[in-house]
Every structure is written in structure tokens, then in C-alpha cells.
């Protein structure tokens, strides 16, 4: 385990703000270049191992930074291939970060809070409350921590911001942990091998898409305001249209694309979403957005009162999409033995009891009877 100590964190810095920093140590800006590219290009996370640096300027680093912000205290193996970890932060919070091997990619899922305070309904995170903002330091460590534990020669290909918290809520940690990732000099992750989820944060998805050209998925999980209001709290504040309103701006402005569409995320829960009502609607709201589905049976999680759908229905569900050429995936949850949804390790500790099933089966049902009308809505 690496000592943690109160010091400022290296990695709390893009390439900008670090050589704006070593000129304030009377550094030269060249210095910043190559401590940057020490810890990223090459993963070396502690100075006394740059040895291309002088002895002295390595003491006064070690006595002025500090570069390790989270460490691993548990690790979970799928018989799939997936690996949840929980890292520990300097003030004993903990978070969850997820690996997924497929035969072309490896995909970390990254955490952004720790908790979350937008409660969605069927979320094991959305159950523990908001406890805190990760820093950027705490967001860029994930992929140390969790590249330790690939096998081989085995790299993180891509990185989703689909762990725990809400990530355009901390947007300012979150932009700063992007430079990193993009930067030719950190890790220089390609801008397409990102991709950022928000429940519907309106007001920020422009401020991120402007801060850097990452892919942008939309948790969307409901066709209807009713629905959605129950599932994903924010909607009362930014319902259906004006979340479907601001991607069409952004469309208008290109950023948002055929070439570069929108990832819908759709959690798909027995009757409450599945019906083939909702992939109509589905369709409709979603007219003239270049968009791509990933529709996601849910994981069950302890005290949920949600479903995954029959096979049956998820196939009638698929279908409707698929028959109007809809870009559709579907997307079996991995690590279901080792709990890897977000949250659902740390809902095995915290375990709270919400709102009766007949709650959100009763709006499904109250938007049912109203297809035809409800014209247009759009996370
Ligand atoms: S689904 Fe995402 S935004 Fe909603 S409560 Fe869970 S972590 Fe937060």
C-alpha cells in the first residue's frame, strides 16, 4: 500500500497549470514537460524514480507534491473477465472503478463522486447520498490503480465516466482530469476513446462538450416525463424537452454530429419501460438526433424493487428499435457474480428501502394511455 501524504497532488494539475506552477518555483518550463511525461507517458508515480532529474530537484519534489491520492484496499474477479476494485482516498472515502476486457478494447468505468445526490430511483450509488467531489487527482489515479491489475501487456483502451456521482456536477475536476487524459503528453487517449454519462445536467453539457470533443451518453431510461420524474429525480428540474431541446442545439452548433452521435443509455425494467409503447416513443423523441441505444436490462441490486425484463420482452422491446434502423445494442451487465454495477458494493453495506413498486408501475401505466399524444420530449 502507498503512503498517502497532506501535500499538494501533483496530479491535480493539467500540463498548463503545472508549468504555471514550477515558474512559480523558479522551474523551467521544460522541467514541468518532463515530470509530466514521467508520470504519465512513462507511469513512474514517484520522483525519486525520474532519474533523468537531478538528485536535488527530486528531494524538492518528493517535500513539495504529493502523487498518490487513492489506494486499492478490495478487488473482485468476475468469471467474465471484469474487475471491480475499491479505492480508498486520504480521508477513508471510498469509491468504485470497474475494468472490462473485450477482445478489442479495455474499458475502464471511472468514478466521479463519491456517492451521489441525484437519488435515480433504481441506482445502488443513488441509495448512499452525496458524501463528496472526487478531485481531479482522485479521477486521473483511477486508471493507475486499475491498469496494476490488467494481466500483461494488456492497456486501458477507453475510459466511460459511468461510475459513481453525477459527472457533470463536478465539471471543473472533471475538465482538468480530461487535459490529462488527452494531452499528447499525458496519457493521450484519443477524444473518441472518452465518453462522458450525464443524467441531464442541461446547463453543463455545452461547458464540457466546448472543454474537450469527448463522446457524450445521455442516462435517458424513460420515455415519458412521468416516468423519467420517478427514475431519474433531475428530470423534475430538467425534464424531457428541454434536455431533447439543448442536444438539438448542440446538433445545430455540430457539437453533436452523425459522425459524433449521442449515447442513450436505456435501463431497461419490467413494466415500467419495456413496453413497446416506449420504443415508439423512444423513437419519436429522439427524431433527427444522431443517436446510438444501449439498451441495458438491469442489474438487480439489493433492496431494488426493479426487474430485468423477460427475454421475450426485451426482444419485442429490440425490435421496434432495430426495425427503424435505430443503432441499437444491447448491453448484458458484466461482473453480475462480483456486483459490478456502480454502487452495488457499497449498497451491500448501505442498505435503504424507497418507494413502493406501484409508484413508478402506476406512471408507466398513466403513460401508456397517452402514446398517441405525447408528442416530443430527450440523457
Ligand atoms: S445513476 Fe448515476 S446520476 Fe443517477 S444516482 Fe446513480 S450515479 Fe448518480
Sequence with gaps: MHSIKP??????????????????????RYRADQVFQGLYRRGIEHFDEMTDLSVELRERLTSSFATVSLNCVEVFHSEDGTVKAVLQAHDAARIEAVLIPEPERTTLCVSTQVGCPLECDFCATGKMGFVRNLTTAEIVDQVFRMRALLDGERQITNLVFMGMGEPLLN??????????????????????RITISTSGVVPKIRELLDAAPV???????????????????LNRRFPLALLLGELRALMRQELVSKRHPVFFEYTLLADVNDSEADAHRLLQLLRGIPSKI??????????????????????????????????VTLRRSRGADIAAACGQLAQQKIHSQKDSPKTVKQAAQAADATIDTHEVCEK
Design 171 to 192: 465539471l471543473p475536476n472533471v475538465i482538468e482530469a480530461l487535459r490529462i487524459f488527452l494531452d499528447p503528453k499525458g496519457f493521450a487517449y484519443g477524444p473518441r
Design 7 to 28: 501535500l499538494p497532488n501533483i496530479k491535480d494539475l493539467s500540463l498548463d497549470a503545472l508549468r504555471e506552477k514550477f515558474a512559480g518555483m523558479g522551474l523551467p
Design 215 to 233: 463522446n457524450l451518453a445521455v442516462s435517458l431510461h424513460a420515455t415519458t416525463d412521468e416516468v423519467r420524474d420517478v427514475l431519474v429525480p
Design 294 to 327: 444501449n439498451v441495458i436490462p438491469v442489474n438487480p441490486h439489493a433492496g431494488s424493487i426493479y426487474r430485468p425484463p423477460s427475454e421475450d420482452a426485451i426482444h419485442r422491446f429490440m425490435g421496434v428499435l432495430a426495425r427503424a434502423r435505430m443503432p
